[in-house]
C-alpha cells in the first residue's frame, strides 16, 4: 500500500528554469493538495483539487500551476522558478468527511533549492 | 479566515515525563475538526490525533491524548510516557466540517525528548 507518491525528492533549480512535482495517490480519495514548508511559517496550501477536473487556488499560489490529469495524480508546475520557491513541497490527499478517516495522507516531501 | 497559534517554538521532556504542547485557534465555525500531526527527522508527516469540535469528549490515542476546550478555542497535546522516538516537529491543524477539507496549520512546535 503505497499511499500517496511524490517525486522527486530533491531537486537543484536555477533560477528561471520550470519543472513539474509529481503526485500520484492510490488511496481513491477525490481530494488532492500541494502544500509548502517554510522554516517558522508552517505548511501553507498553494492550491488544491476537490475532485477530479476541479483545482482552486489556496493561500500562497502565485508562481504555480496545477493539473489534475485524473483522479490518481495531481502536479505542481513551477513555470520560471524564483529563490523564493525553495522550500519542502508536500502533495496530500484526504478522505471525505462523515468517514472515519478524516485526515491527510501525506507524500515523502520534495526539497526544492532555487539557485 | 481561520487561524491557528502554536505559542512555543521549541520545548523539551525527559523521556518518561509527560509534556503538554498548547495549540490555539481562530475561527466563527460552530463545527470543524481539529489535528495533531507530528512530522519526524524523516520529514514525513504523520496523523497523531483527531478531534471532531461536536464531541465534548476528549480524543485518545494511547500515549498521546488532548485537552479540547470549545469555548477557549484550545487544542492542547499531551503526551504521556515520553519516549525517544517522540522527537519530532508537531503541528496542530484546523478543518472546517462544511466546504472543502482544506487544513489550516500553526507553525509548529519542535520537541525534544531527552534520554
Known amino acids: 500500500n503505497a499511499g500517496v507518491t511524490q517525486t522527486p525528492k530533491f531537486q537543484v533549480l536555477k533560477t528561471g528554469q520550470s519543472m513539474t512535482l509529481q503526485c500520484a495517490q492510490d488511496m481513491n480519495h477525490n481530494s488532492m493538495y500541494w502544500y509548502r514548508q517554510d522554516p517558522g511559517m508552517g505548511l501553507r496550501l498553494i492550491y488544491y483539487s476537490a475532485s477530479e477536473g476541479t483545482t482552486d487556488k489556496g493561500e500562497v499560489p502565485n508562481g504555480y500551476n496545477v493539473s489534475r490529469l485524473n483522479k490518481r495524480e495531481f502536479s505542481l508546475r513551477l513555470e520560471s522558478a524564483a529563490p523564493s520557491q525553495t522550500s519542502v513541497y508536500f502533495c496530500?490527499?484526504?478522505?471525505?468527511?462523515?468517514?472515519?478517516?478524516?485526515?491527510?495522507?501525506f507524500g515523502s516531501g520534495t526539497r526544492l533549492t532555487v539557485v | 479566515a481561520q487561524t491557528v497559534t502554536q505559542s512555543q517554538p521549541e520545548m523539551s521532556v525527559q523521556e518518561a515525563e509527560t509534556v503538554t504542547l498548547s495549540c490555539t485557534y481562530d475561527?466563527?465555525?460552530?463545527?470543524?475538526?481539529l489535528f495533531w500531526y507530528k512530522q519526524p527527522p524523516s520529514r514525513q508527516m504523520i496523523l497523531v490525533i483527531r478531534?471532531?469540535?461536536?464531541?465534548?469528549q476528549n480524543a485518545t490515542e494511547n500515549r498521546f491524548s488532548v485537552n479540547f476546550q470549545k469555548a477557549a478555542k484550545s487544542f492542547s497535546l499531551k503526551i504521556s510516557d515520553s519516549q525517544l522516538g517522540d522527537t519530532a516537529m508537531y503541528f496542530c491543524a484546523f478543518m472546517k466540517q462544511t466546504g472543502a477539507n482544506n487544513l489550516f496549520f500553526g507553525t509548529g512546535t519542535r520537541l525534544t525528548v531527552i534520554p
Open positions: 478531534q471532531e469540535a461536536y464531541k465534548q
Open positions: 475561527t466563527s465555525e460552530n463545527n470543524y475538526y
Open positions: 496530500a490527499s484526504s478522505a471525505p468527511k462523515g468517514t472515519g478517516d478524516l485526515g491527510y495522507t
